[in-house]
Each structure stands twice: as C-alpha cells, then as structure tokens.
DNA sequence: GTCTATACGGCGATAGAC
DNA sequence: GTCTATCGCCGTATAGAC
C-alpha cells in the first residue's frame, strides 16, 4: 500500500499527471491494475491520494516552525527568520527522503499547472500562504496589499522552481550547481528571497497612505 | 497555418504536451487531422514547431535589448538593468500579444518539465541565459561562480512562475494581484530580482579567493 | 482480495481516392 | 493538397470467476 503510493509518486514526480497511464502505474508497481483500482478507484483519486499523503505532515511541521520562531523573534520578526521558519521544514524532509523529494515535485507540477488541479493545491497549500503572507504583513504593516502579493509571488516562484527536480542548473552551470543539492538551496533561499521583499517593500512607492486620522506620511513619492 | 500554430500553441499552453491529443488539436483548429499530419508531421513535431517559431525572435530581441543596455551602461552595469533589459522583450510581447502569453505559458511549462524536453528547451534559451550570466560575472567579478549560479536559480525561477499563466496569486490575494498585470510583473521585476542577486553576492561567504598569481589566499574569505 | 476476460472508445498512423 | 476509410494498439473501466 504504501510502496504503491510510493511508486505512484516516483511516477508522477517524473511524467506529470498526464505523463502517466494507469496501468503502468500498475506494472510498475508490480500490481494488477485492477487491485489498484480496487484499492484507490480511478486515476484521478489515485493522484489526490498521493497528492495528500503528506500534505497535512508538511503543513504542521511548517505552522509550527512558523509559530516557533514568532515567539522567539516576539515583536522583531525579520523576512530571513520567516522564510527560513516557512521552507525549513520542506527542505529537511526532501534533504533525507527521496519520497519527499518527489512529493514536492509534484506539489510543484501542480502548482505550475492551470486548470482544475488548483483546487486541490488551495485545499492543502492556501492556509499556510495566508499565514506566511500575514507574517509578511507584520513586517511591513504600511506596505500596501498589493505589495506583499507581488512579493509572495515572486518567492513562491523561486521557490516553486527549486523544488521541481528539473536539473536545469545542472546543465546550464556544468554540474557547478545543482537543485539536488537540497541544503545549498535551503541555505540561500531566505537569503536571496528577503533581499527581493526588502527592495519591493522598501521602496517608497510600496507604502500605503496611512489610515490613521492624523496624515503625517508627506513627502513620499506616491500617497 | 499561422492560424493552426495559433490553435496548436492556445492548446499547449493550456493543458500541457500530455494534456492534448493530436486528434483534438485538429479539431479545434478546424482542419482535418491528416492535413495536420501532412504539414507537421507528428504530434511532437508539431510541438516542437510550435516551441521554435517565436523563439527566435524573441532571442533576438532580448540580445538586442541586452546590447542596448551595456552600451549605454559603459563600465557601470547595474542589476537591475541587466535584469530589464533580459525581461523587457518578452513582457511587452506579452502584453500586447495572446499569442505571446500562450507561448510564454509553454516555455515555462517545458522549463518545469522534466525528461527529454531539457535540449528543445537548451537549445533555444541556453545561449541567451549564459549572456545573462555574463553580465552577472561582470557586475561581480570577485563573486563565485556558483553564487551566480545560485542567483540564476532563483532568478529563473521567479521569472518561470511568473509567465506560467497559472492564477494562484490571483485567487490568494482575490483578484487584488494578477499574475495577467504584465506590467505590474515587469515594472516589479527587475526590482525584486535585483534585490535577491544583491543579498546572495553581497555576502562575505560569495566572494572567491583573488586568482592573482601571487596568490594570498591565506584566511581571507573577502579579498 | 486477487486475477482473467473483455468491452468500448480514442489514439496515432497509413493507404489511397480525388 | 485535401479528405475518407481503416488499421492496430492502448487507454480506462467493468463484470465476474476464484
């Protein structure tokens, strides 16, 4: 059962969702097609069945590490403690488990794929953006709404294509640099992406209009 | 048959390599679908047609804007000119063009895939990529080559999501932010990325020892 | 629970009429 | 160049034997 799901994963990670039939889902599984069918019904729910499994662990692991360093940092949250709190633990998980590797390579498939498949990404992935997005917020409380969404899409992006397997680095960079060098990502990545917050959200245009009664904001660029 | 390529190209787009089948495509665009075999041979020429038409000019145009761009920059290259001038060409052609934003959905799409689609997509973007990192190498001389590696990923990445026409920042922020603002990603861009490269090469740890003959390497991390 | 048999449709691909 | 006819295969899915 679980080596199946383990399989099914593998798969999915490498071809898509589409990339892949049933039934070689099944063989290579070394499983008839029509037990897998008994166990987890058609192709579609197989897929979500994968797509959940570790969804729920990730998600906790995150809203803890998340919690965790808002009550050390108290009113001094900085953007590298809460990137590092919000991708620390994905990047644990996929750095010791090939599984995991391949989990979040699908989570980046279906992140970077239109359609229906959004649904199923908002069920398990909305609630941790909002309350990392939140985080953001309490940074930067006179920054406008806009702002931080640019900010979170342009991480989310980064962080989206580094967990997706494809070894494009690799080659471009001759091997010098790789994604599956999971911890020289984790590393980096809060470094680089509180860099690009701070020059979206630092510039003067980002700041919203006080919606306190005595104005006081003159002289920025726009109000 | 700019018409068909237009059909072909909505398609891709769309639902992905996997997600379409040839049949379909034939009769979407209105033609049978022997006279699509007639001119295109397969289904993976057809794609690979597709994936080729614009991107030479593209190409082009981002050498062109690049060239531009160190002209008049002389000696005093900064980040977020190079990061413009690489960005420029394809976010007005999105802009402008649905065309242009189908195509820019498929390239993102093959850059997040992986397998056999890595040389169409090296072929078309790899020389492109490696004039950007040059202009990287300028900006940094001193930076390790795999610091600017690092930068790229990221940098790709943000950019990949960003043209992937997938609506996720749409439906966090409820239509507040779009990722179909192509100006608001272009004009933030440059920005954000720039800020990224900065926070990752601006470290002590990015810096290489000096190359100098004379080499005083000793304990130095900066030189 | 597990496997066999089988239905049916759609897929890619070819041959050939016009 | 364009369309019809048709092929064999593989896809998903079901019924039912054991």
Chains 1, 2 share one sequence.
Not at 109 to 125: I, K
Request: hydrophobic share 40%.
């Amino acid at each position: 059962m679980t080596q199946i799901m383990d399989t099914a994963e593998a798969l999915f990670a490498e071809e898509g969702y589409n990339g892949v039939t049933f039934n070689r889902l099944a063989e290579v599984a070394g499983v008839d097609a029509s037990l897998l069918r008994y166990y987890f019904g058609d192709k579609e729910q197989l897929f979500q069945a994968v797509f959940r499994r570790r969804g729920p662990e990730l998600n906790q692991a995150r809203l803890k590490s998340m919690a965790a360093y808002r009550e050390s940092a108290g009113k001094n949250l900085q953007l590298e403690g809460v990137l590092d709190a919000l991708v620390r633990p994905g990047f644990l998980l996929m750095a010791q488990d090939e599984g995991w590797r391949n989990y979040m390579a699908i989570v980046a498939y279906v992140n970077s794929s239109r359609g229906p498949m959004h649904a199923l990404f908002a069920e398990t992935f909305h609630y941790v953006s909002r309350e990392f997005i939140a985080d953001l917020r309490r940074i930067y409380p006179n920054v406008t709404e806009e702002e931080i969404y640019w900010s979170y899409l342009f991480m989310t992006g980064a962080l989206t294509f580094s967990i997706s397997g494809t070894k494009r680095i690799d080659a471009l960079s001759n091997g010098l640099v790789s994604t599956s060098d999971t911890m020289g990502v984790f590393h980096r990545f809060p470094i680089a992406m509180a860099g690009a917050i701070r020059a979206l959200c630092e510039r003067p245009e980002a700041v919203r209009p006080p919606r306190t009664r005595k104005s006081r904001r003159a002289n920025t660029a726009r109000d």
